[in-house]
């Protein structure tokens, strides 16, 4: 079975930290995709990013960047310089492949508070 | 395009009622899903779709039917709501995996609040 551990329940930083969200996840399987979404106060989820397990590449867009490794099983999650409207809930998620692609097996989110 | 949309955005039962909730989406999307949002447990999948006219069920399924009867649309029936079932609803939907099996990522519904008395 799969799981997705963030274990940071709530973190609360002041407005310019750089802050990271951990999360771990368990799975057998070798073709695997994980992702990050964001719940802002309003309640949508909103996609942030995608990764397959057999990119390990980091990757940066603007003030967010994401660290995958296979080695320790994480794909964790930084914001450079948070902003208060980077407040909001953030779900790691993973999905097998195939058929599969559409059970999405969620961590249970990291709040993250940003005080100006 | 509407995207994935949700109806009701807030609904309160009674104990033994029934009701559905609806989900459509106008992207031609052929995976759907629906999942609950309780405090401190993430969102957990109750049923999935991968067409119309196929289903199957996830990891919270009872007390709870979906059938897929056209592309768009894929709505979640309570036959007998518990306090329980007190939850955030999402529906989502997501294009099926690409060539070489690159799952795609699914966008989701605003969401419904259900609370059961």
């Known amino acids: 079975a799969q799981k997705v551990t963030q274990a940071q329940t709530e973190i609360s930083v002041v407005e310019k930290e750089d802050v990271t969200l951990d999360c771990v996840y368990e799975t057998r399987d070798t073709t695997y995709y994980l992702f990050w979404y964001k719940q802002p106060p309003s309640g949508e989820l909103v996609f942030l990013i995608r990764?397959?397990?057999?990119?390990?590449q980091n990757e940066i867009s603007g003030r967010y960047s994401w660290n995958f490794q296979k080695s320790t099983s994480s794909f964790n999650f930084t914001i450079t310089a948070s902003q208060v409207v980077d407040s909001a809930v953030y779900f790691c998620?993973?999905?097998?492949?195939?058929?599969?692609?559409?059970?999405?097996?969620f961590g249970a989110g990291t709040i993250l508070r940003v005080k100006s | 395009n509407a995207g994935v949309t949700q109806t009701p955005k807030f609904q309160v039962l009674k104990t033994g009622q029934s009701m559905t909730l609806q989900c459509a989406q106008d992207m031609n999307h052929e995976y759907m899903s629906w999942y609950r949002q309780d405090p401190g447990m993430g969102l957990r999948l109750i049923h999935y779709s991968v067409g119309a006219g196929i289903t199957d069920q996830g990891e919270v399924p009872n007390g709870y039917n979906v059938s897929r009867s056209t592309t768009e649309d894929f709505p979640l029936r309570l036959l007998s709501a518990a306090p329980s079932q007190t939850s955030v609803y999402f529906c989502?939907?997501?294009?099926?995996?690409?060539?070489?099996?690159?799952?795609?990522?699914?966008?989701f519904g605003p969401g419904t609040r259900l609370t059961v008395l």
């Open positions: 998620a993973l999905s097998l492949g195939g058929l599969y692609g559409n059970k999405l097996v």
């Open positions: 990764r397959n397990s057999f990119d390990e």
């Open positions: 989502a939907s997501s294009r099926p995996p690409r060539g070489g099996g690159q799952n795609n990522e699914q966008f």
